[in-house]
């Protein structure tokens, strides 16, 4: 598979909690950087125009921009979590779901939640050491989620770590 654009290694997860914040967080992120794009609870017509006007910002900041959910959207660089043309990244939560995405053909992985996070309140953590054991041996870029930030990254950086994605972090 070719890509366009090399693969990020800092990313932004989208959702509809981040309100006006949203717009903020994409002029925060370093060019080059990645945007998952999930507002998942939004109707199809809003969900394509809030794509459009992400986009927009996206190409103008130099930010590659993939889509989550079953809806494919014009100027998506990929898709996440499901099978889609370009870049294909997929969550993983544990060992099974990481070696069943790469089957699919993924070129990267979520893997969270790496550290308590406000997204899943109350959601059991994996932590350096079990994070450590999900992607160990996976040849696959490894990108964190769940609670992070730039010094949550490094200290998992030990463990073969590509990259992290975040909410709270760009929104801050």
């Known amino acids: 598979m070719r890509r366009r654009h090399p693969l990020p290694r800092l990313w932004l997860m989208t ?5 006006e914040a949203l717009w903020d967080a ?11 794009f999930r507002h998942y609870g939004l109707a199809a017509v809003e969900r394509r125009a ?14 590659v921009l ?16 499901r099978r889609g043309r370009g870049l294909r990244t997929a969550p993983a939560h544990n060992r099974r779901e990481a070696v069943a995405a790469l089957r699919a053909g993924a070129n990267a992985l979520f893997v969270s939640p790496a550290f308590p996070t406000r ?10 050491v079990r994070f450590g054991l999900l ?19 490094a200290s998992l950086k030990p463990f073969g770590l590509y990259g992290w994605a975040a909410i709270d972090a760009w929104t801050r």
């Not at 993939?66 to 979590?81: D, F, K, L, Y």
């Open 15 to 19: 959702d509809e909690r981040m309100g």
């Open 66 to 81: 993939v889509r989550a959910g079953s809806q494919p959207m014009r100027g998506e660089a990929g898709a996440h979590g």
């Open 119 to 128: 997204s899943h309140p109350g959601a059991r953590a994996l932590g350096r």
């Open 135 to 153: 992607v160990r041996g996976l040849d696959v870029p490894v990108i964190a989620l769940g609670g992070m930030d730039a010094r949550k990254a």
């Open 26 to 36: 994409l002029e925060r992120l370093p060019r080059g950087a990645g945007v998952v």
């Open 50 to 63: 809030l794509f459009a006007r992400v986009l927009k910002v996206a190409r103008r900041r130099g930010l």
